[in-house]
DNA sequence: ACTGTTATTGCAACCGATCTCAGCAACCGA
DNA sequence: TCGGTTGCTGAGATCGGTTGCAATAACAGT
């Protein structure tokens, strides 16, 4: 196909190039015939602007960078998932940037955006989020983070009600009569990772039961470990709380292999509500988030900051969801 | 900071905009100290190339989309996971395109690359490439594929060998002392899910033992239900072969909900080496695929074959990794 | 009929590079 | 000393659009 540029459709509508542009990008400027006159030209043509000229000019792109610490962890996937749907229903390209956790691969990815006049990015961040370094980029390029940021910044963020989530767990756990509840911290060091832990924490001592803390690491063993400990225990908690649903298969997987079933042994409920836990063994109970709702949000909010500076700061609510992991404690 | 274009290097540094333009692109066109001095400067500034400016121009991107069914499975996670690493090894920058086996959208990304100049893409199949489609695109944007493509054509392909990987479930489960094997096939129609199929099919008929395909389907409830047909027989096999790691997962999860053990009452073994399976219920024992080294093989297809018009088809070894869930057969 | 909007469209500069062509200096052998 | 490379750099067109400004057309009101 011989190169489609605009001025080719131009000359074929019998109009100027920044008449046929018009008609793209502003259609309210352009007479209504001569419009669909041109439209329907370059239809025929099968002609399409090319959004790489187009940020070019306008300095601002459709490439959105999807910061994620790692998208083999499906928690990422799905919000990876629901992103790019969201992102291409609004025109826009999903550009995977994986970090690994290092702060340097972020400041990278940042400065790659910049280059690339993103219009904004979003973090799924592994650590807390370095608001130093959000500054230092503030060139213009909004930044949405799904976690909570130090301070409430200028920054919006997207993140659900931890304490409500660790509430709902709690609630399904005394429930089904357990009394003695154990907690397993999450994968990395973010904000919502400790106030999940924080409210667990808090919850439980208001409830007059002492917290059992298996595992306070933040790396992807904290799981194995968190069963390690369990099974030294002399009297260990009949339930467990896992800070999200990997650590939760880990702790089973663990156990598993020491011969403690879940849930006849103990119950473990996690923390996130992956699709991937409906097919465990158990299937497991869990707290779900609106992982869909998040990356929609994510977008939107980056959007509405982007027209009228506003930044919000949405906090969604988890529910229950109720699977196979978690049953009465034995007797 | 004010807009940084070449110009203002090409000023600071005291020479034409061209010579700052090939002190990058093309060093060796430019005299050493001239090029070292500029790139000094430029340094100084902070200045980078605009990739929009140079794709535009240069009519070659360094954006690349990985067109995958769903990011969500753990082995396209997996995949793009590594291809970020290699991609951004190399300059790339990765664009996520997720199609939920939808042909319109493959075609749609398809035109996209086209218009943003991608040098070349990934395509990772959920259903048989669609060659036609894939010539009509015959743009000179070159397309590798994570799949066996019909008629062996003029796409490079990286595939690993199915048959090898089936043998080698095969081969350890005899060995284990197996006799009746079942199989449950993959989630999509790929060539490779075929492959597999068949070479079940075959190996089996050739080491003497019926085979015994608990379901054929295509679907995400594939586990889910040969693991009902498996509950129904009279007689069922002692192990299964999962086409993949995620219906091995859906056969133990559904097998464990009836009470059925594995590897007590039955082995089970997968096929991807997912890592997630290390942790699963019990660690799945699997063929491992060399996810790592298909997501750079392809890159590197794509490079070579830009470069030299060549095309590879890459098939690389499966092997065996003994994880929990496979044993000897119940007496 | 005349002047003052208002709606449309054309013109041309510009976004930030690349690349062909041409100019110029230094160098080589005869 | 002179024509013929060779090496390096500057000019300027170009990639495919966008946009402020000017020009023209159309329409009101008086």
């Known amino acids: 196909m011989p190169d489609l540029s605009i001025d080719v459709v131009a000359k074929a509508a019998g109009v100027h190039r920044s008449t046929v542009s018009r008609a793209f990008s502003r259609p309210e400027a352009v007479k209504s015939e001569t419009r669909e006159h041109i439209l329907r030209v370059a239809e025929g043509l099968g002609y399409t602007m090319s959004p790489l000229a187009q940020a070019l000019r306008k300095k601002t792109s459709t490439f959105i960078p999807l910061i994620v610490p790692d998208i083999t962890n499906p928690f990422f996937a799905e919000l990876a998932k629901t992103m790019t749907q969201a992102a291409d229903e609004r025109g826009y390209q999903l550009l995977l940037c994986v970090t690994n956790g290092d702060p340097a691969k972020t400041e990278g990815y940042f400065i790659a955006m910049q280059a690339m006049y993103a219009p904004f990015g979003i973090v799924a961040p592994s650590t807390k989020v370095d608001t130093a370094a959000l500054k230092r980029f503030d060139f213009g390029h909004k930044v949405v983070v799904i976690d909570r940021v130090e301070g409430d910044d200028a920054v919006p963020t997207v993140t659900v009600d931890s304490r409500r989530g660790i509430m709902l767990a709690l609630d399904h756990l005394h429930a089904l009569g357990h009394t003695s509840i154990g907690y397993v911290s999450g994968i990395a060091g973010t904000h919502t990772a400790q106030d999940r832990m924080d409210a667990y924490l808090e919850l439980s001592a208001e409830s007059g039961s002492a917290p059992v803390v298996l595992d306070s690491g933040s790396d992807l063993d904290a799981g194995t470990r968190g069963a390690e400990h369990f099974l030294e225990m002399e009297k260990p908690p009949t339930a467990i709380i896992a800070a999200n649903d990997m650590v939760a298969f880990a702790v089973i997987s663990a156990l598993g292999k020491s ?46 900051q982007n027209i009228d500076g506003s930044v919000d700061h949405i906090v969604l609510e988890p529910e229950l969801l109720v699977r196979a992991s978690t049953s009465g404690p034995r007797k």
Chains 1, 2 share one sequence.
Do not use: Y
């Open 259 to 304: 011969g403690v079933r879940v849930p006849e042994d103990v119950s473990v409920i996690g923390f996130d509500g992956l699709a991937l836990g409906a097919r465990f063994n158990p299937p497991l109970t869990t707290i779900r988030q609106p992982i869909a709702d998040m990356g929609h949000i994510a977008i939107e909010l980056a959007e509405k």
